[in-house]
């Protein structure tokens, strides 16, 4: 297996340890822009398209902000694309995603809360309620996310690199999609006044209208006691699954799932999954750009 590269940061590094787990003679190159940045042990740099590098798929793992040209770019070579999530920084391209469409090319928006189990689990046995109300909750401290660095400069403080909480925490969003499909109607509140200073969203919140109940997801930056948490509310029943511990719990604390997944399993398997895709020559995807780009909607419009 060859496997082109773009960006090669921290998620991109955990994307090259499921490769190396799927398949331990996986051949990495990395398309760099120039020869400054961090190298990994193994990959190969390259400073110019491979036109003919016999590459069976890229990896599009660079700032929110480039994805779109990247994906341009690559779409020369005709090969499957993983591209981490969000899809892209701001909305438009649509030329772009019709050139996909109209080559047929295999996509894949990388959101690997949806291959976390206990979110599974949610996804498999909600039906079994009837729900009243969903409560989704991620607060997080940025200033923690990459110790050593100057967190600032990162893209999650900069708009311009498509950085800020309701980007960066599009998860929430996606695995509601995923789970209850489109809502009805949608409201949103997007600020940047916390103590952090930053200049991208540090604050969303999002109001999702459903049929029969209201879902609402609360995304921040600024939370030093890190929590994740999923809270639906249905007839008899409550049901809270903390993400960050792999429980679900009822409303009288008993436990109706627990996690034991390893970590970074979630990576692994979505990788798994969308290696597979690619060896059956498959034309679609469970998460392809198309679908990203409707949750990428709901969390910009």
């Given at each position: 297996?060859?496997?082109?590269?773009?960006?090669?940061?921290?998620?991109?590094?955990?994307?090259?340890?499921?490769?190396?787990?799927?398949?331990p003679?996986?051949?990495?190159?990395?398309?760099?822009?120039?020869?400054?940045?961090?190298?990994?042990?193994?990959?190969?740099?390259?400073?110019?398209?491979?036109?003919?590098?016999?590459?069976?798929?890229?990896?599009?793992?660079?700032?929110?902000?480039?994805?779109?040209?990247?994906?341009?770019?690559?779409?020369?070579?005709?090969?499957?694309?993983?591209?981490?999530?969000?899809?892209?920084?701001?909305?438009?391209?649509?030329?772009?995603?019709?050139?996909?469409?109209?080559?047929?090319?295999?996509?894949?928006?990388?959101?690997?809360?949806?291959y976390?189990?206990?979110?599974?689990?949610?996804?498999?046995?909600?039906?079994?309620?009837?729900?009243?109300?969903?409560?989704?909750?991620?607060?997080?401290?940025?200033?923690?996310?990459?110790?050593?660095?100057?967190?600032?400069?990162?893209?999650?403080?900069?708009?311009?690199?498509?950085?800020?909480?309701?980007?960066?925490?599009?998860?929430?969003?996606d695995?509601?999609?995923?789970?209850?499909?489109?809502?009805?109607?949608?409201?949103?509140?997007?600020r940047?006044?916390?103590?952090?200073?930053?200049?991208?969203?540090?604050?969303?919140?999002?109001?999702?209208?459903?049929?029969?109940?209201?879902?609402?997801v609360?995304l921040?930056?600024?939370?030093?006691?890190?929590?994740?948490?999923?809270?639906?509310?249905?007839?008899?029943?409550?049901?809270?699954?903390?993400?960050?511990?792999?429980?679900?719990?009822d409303?009288?604390g008993?436990?109706?799932?627990?996690?034991?997944?390893?970590?970074?399993?979630?990576?692994l398997?979505?990788?798994?999954?969308?290696?597979?895709?690619?060896?059956?020559?498959?034309?679609?995807?469970?998460?392809?750009?198309?679908?990203?780009?409707e949750?990428?909607?709901?969390?910009?419009?």
């Open positions: 297996m060859k496997v082109l590269m773009m960006g090669l940061g921290s998620i991109a590094r955990k994307h090259i340890a499921s490769l190396r787990t799927i398949d003679s996986v051949e990495i190159v990395a398309w760099r822009s120039s020869h400054e940045g961090a190298s990994v042990e193994g990959v190969a740099d390259v400073y110019e398209l491979p036109m003919d590098g016999g590459f069976d798929f890229a990896i599009v793992s660079n700032p929110t902000s480039c994805h779109a040209s990247a994906i341009h770019a690559l779409l020369e070579l005709n090969i499957p694309l993983y591209i981490e999530k969000p899809l892209f920084a701001d909305l438009g391209h649509q030329e772009l995603l019709e050139e996909i469409r109209r080559r047929g090319i295999l996509t894949h928006v990388a959101c690997d809360m949806r976390i189990d206990t979110v599974r689990y949610i996804h498999d046995h909600v039906q079994e309620l009837r729900v009243n109300e969903v409560n989704v909750y991620c607060g997080s401290y940025l200033p923690s996310w990459r110790p050593g660095t100057s967190w600032r400069n990162g893209y999650s403080a900069r708009p311009e690199l498509g950085g800020g909480a309701h980007l960066d925490l599009i998860h929430e969003l695995y509601l999609y995923w789970i209850f499909g489109r809502p009805q109607r949608t409201q949103k509140v997007l940047s006044v916390s103590s952090l200073e930053i200049g991208s969203v540090d604050y969303a919140n999002y109001i999702w209208e459903y049929p029969s109940f209201t879902a609402s609360v921040n930056y600024f939370r030093k006691d890190y929590r994740r948490t999923v809270e639906i509310v249905a007839d008899g029943t409550t049901w809270t699954a903390d993400l960050a511990t792999g429980d679900i719990i409303e009288t008993r436990v109706l799932f627990r996690s034991a997944q390893e970590a970074d399993g979630d990576y398997a979505q990788m798994r999954a969308f290696v597979e895709l690619v060896r059956q020559h498959a034309v679609t995807s469970s998460n392809d750009v198309f679908e990203a780009y949750v990428l909607k709901l969390c910009l419009e």
